[in-house]
């Protein structure tokens, strides 16, 4: 069992930044690839990025590339995403995600455990 908690989130204005973190219970942080999700109301949910077990291997959904960055400290059971430029349209609620299936899952949306969210939101 993992559980995952978020933190960081806030207000912030368009051009701001913000650094978000997942801290990981358990153990066996390392054994799963991590990612972050988000959702805006009245939207789906959307993946934005994730990383591998080891942190070799990243991807970013085009909406965020090159502004957000994930990272990860399996050391302290913690994954982080670094947020920059944010945009009015990255107002959402922020998911962190566990998967043991590494970021094959993610991208498909499908995680073994999921965190409670925080919200970020931008204005202008």
């Known amino acids: 069992q993992v559980q995952l908690r978020e933190s960081g989130g806030g207000l912030v204005q368009a051009g701001g930044s913000l650094r978000l973190s997942c801290a990981a219970s358990?153990?066996?942080?390392?054994?799963?690839?991590m990612g972050w999700f988000r959702q805006a109301p009245e939207k789906e949910r959307e993946f934005i990025t994730a990383?591998?077990?080891?942190?070799?291997?990243?991807y970013y959904a085009d909406s965020v590339k090159g502004r957000f960055a994930i990272s990860r400290d399996n050391a302290k059971n913690t994954v982080y995403l670094q947020m920059n430029s944010l945009k009015l349209e990255d107002t959402a609620a922020y998911y962190c995600?566990?998967?043991?299936?590494?970021?094959?899952?993610?991208?498909?949306?499908?995680?073994?455990?999921w965190g409670q969210g925080t919200q970020v939101t931008v204005s202008s």
């Open positions: 990383i591998t077990r080891s942190g070799d291997e990243i």
């Open positions: 358990g153990r066996t942080f390392s054994s799963y690839a």
């Open positions: 995600a566990a998967a043991i299936y590494g970021l094959t899952s993610l991208r498909a949306g499908v995680a073994d455990y």
